[in-house]
């Protein structure tokens, strides 16, 4: 049994659905690749686990002075719920000092995702609430959806929960140019948790059972978003060298996960390790695949471990003749909570060109014309030339080491304080 691109983009048209964190969708999509995972005549199954998610009824802005008109919004998930907020208008741009001064009680407008640290500064500040904007202000409305976000537990926890909305770069432009004073907002949402899951399946190994390399790839997706090439690529190209590795037994253990809830936080991946913290220390690497089948694009391989780990591996692909710029580097995909439990993780990705590369809304998509078979190709058989290498190799080749810098942008990653 070989490994066929053909057979692996079969299974990404068949599972190019959106696939949103603990969504019926989600499970429908687990279900197939364990179906899948299992005609290899692999053992596998489903581990599920629980995250926090948030349903939003209804959301709502408008403005009320020097003008009126109400803009499309969506609330975010996990955010307070009110039935009526009257609140001056305020655009605190990326949040300055002098910004956040002038904001206590105002509806905050800021540029750029809410992450953690701005989330932080505008909760200090006490703003009534928070908007952010998404997609570009040439944005038709018939070509693109205003995105739903959420509110994090990384956010929540530490800092206290908000109102908060999101609305299109093109209304933020005109609320900001037309000169809005005052806003009145609405917002029906609830918290709740659901269920997502992990695809495990294991082939034990022949020689030496007691070490194992595992195979993951995230396969849920964002909202309006199909997710073929973020991340059903990643999810069938180790679909594929599951199967050629139950064909052709392999020196050492190896454990494939297809990963749920990724795009909430890496939430499979930090789940999986919770549970198997055993195994973890059987671990000698992870191989994660993340985004790949880019028609127009570049191979990078960024690894959480050491130089000489890089070294290794860039030798590897130019032995090979695999164009790869092998890079020390942290990845956000769930090779992390690996690294952060000690064990060296490389990731294989063909990363869009630019102009080529459509992640996280509607346009990742079979429709876009930007991913096809032949390109999938390129990361299946990278990942299978260094898989077969390693996993069969006399002597392990990568010490069991993550060093002091990656360890370090783990940390920072994750939100942990340095002492
Ligand atoms: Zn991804």
Redesign the pocket.
């Known amino acids: 049994m070989d490994v066929s691109a053909r057979r692996a983009f079969h299974l990404l048209k068949d599972l190019a659905f959106e696939r949103l964190s603990a969504s019926e969708d989600e499970r429908r999509a687990a279900e197939r690749l364990m179906a899948e995972a299992r005609s290899t005549g692999a053992e596998a199954h489903i581990e599920e686990f629980q995250v926090p998610c948030g349903k939003v009824k209804s959301a709502r802005l408008l403005v009320t002075a020097p003008y009126r008109k109400e803009y499309p919004v969506t609330g975010y998930e996990r955010s307070l719920s009110t039935p009526g907020l009257d609140a001056p208008f305020y655009y605190a741009e990326d949040m300055q000092p002098v910004h956040l001064q002038n904001a206590a009680g105002k509806i905050a407008l800021i540029n750029g995702r809410l992450r953690r640290a701005d989330y932080e500064k505008l909760q200090k500040a006490k703003v009534a609430a928070i908007l952010t904007f998404s997609g570009t202000t040439l944005d038709r409305e018939s070509e693109t959806d205003c995105d739903i976000r959420k509110l994090r537990e990384t956010l929540t926890e530490p800092f206290g929960g908000a109102v908060a909305l999101n609305l299109r770069a093109a209304d933020a432009a005109e609320i900001v140019r037309r000169g809005a004073t005052q806003m009145h907002i609405e917002i029906d949402s609830e918290s709740c948790e659901g269920t997502s899951r992990n695809v495990c399946a294991t082939i034990p190994g022949t020689e030496f059972p007691e070490e194992i390399v595992s195979f993951g790839a ?1 396969f849920d997706s964002v909202h309006f978003s199909t997710g073929v090439y ?2 059903m690529s ?1 999810s069938v190209i180790i679909m594929e060298l599951l199967r050629y590795f139950a064909a052709h037994r392999p020196a050492r253990t190896l454990k494939f996960n297809w990963f749920g809830s ?2 909430q936080g890496l939430l499979g991946s930090k789940a999986w390790t919770a549970a198997h913290k055993d195994e973890l220390e059987k671990h000698v690497l992870m191989v994660n695949v ?2 790949a089948a880019a028609t127009l694009g570049q191979n990078r391989a960024p690894v959480l471990a050491t130089e000489a780990a890089v070294g290794y591996i860039d030798a590897m692909m130019k032995e090979a003749g695999i164009p790869c710029q092998v890079k020390l580097d942290i990845y956000s ?1 769930d090779c992390v909570p690996f690294a952060d439990n000690g064990v060296p993780a490389v990731n294989f990705c063909r990363f869009g060109a630019p102009g080529a590369n459509y992640i996280h809304d509607r346009r990742d998509s079979l429709r876009s014309g930007y991913i096809d078979e032949k390109s999938l190709d390129i990361t299946l058989q990278q990942t299978l030339y260094f898989a077969k290498r390693v996993v069969n190799a006399r002597a392990f080749p990568i010490e069991r080491t993550v060093c002091q810098d990656i360890r370090d942008k783990v940390d920072s990653y994750l939100f942990r304080k340095k002492d």
């Open positions: 995230h973020d991340n990643g990724e795009e993340d985004v995909s």
